[in-house]
């Protein structure tokens, strides 16, 4: 499991992905989350600026991110 510590209140979905490495880009991130292949917290998510806060988890391609303060 990959640990994201924030750095303001909230990161966004496609920043999160490419800071923990699982994508290469922004347009790479974009296609995997609109495709459906990303979830938060256990559900789907489809909106690549979708705010992530302390203590959410980001499944993907069989890895998953923690986000903490």
Not at 29 to 46: F, H, M, Q
Not at 57 to 65: A, C, F, K
Request: glycine content about 14%.
């Amino acid at each position: 499991m990959e640990t994201i510590k924030l750095r303001e209140e909230y990161i966004k979905l496609g920043q999160a992905l490419k800071a923990a490495g699982l994508v290469e880009s922004g347009v790479e991130a974009k296609d995997v989350i609109t495709g459906g292949l990303v979830n938060v917290n256990g559900s789907v998510e489809t909106q690549r600026g979708k705010k992530l806060f302390a203590g959410d988890t980001v499944q993907y391609n069989g890895e998953e991110i923690k986000i903490t303060e």
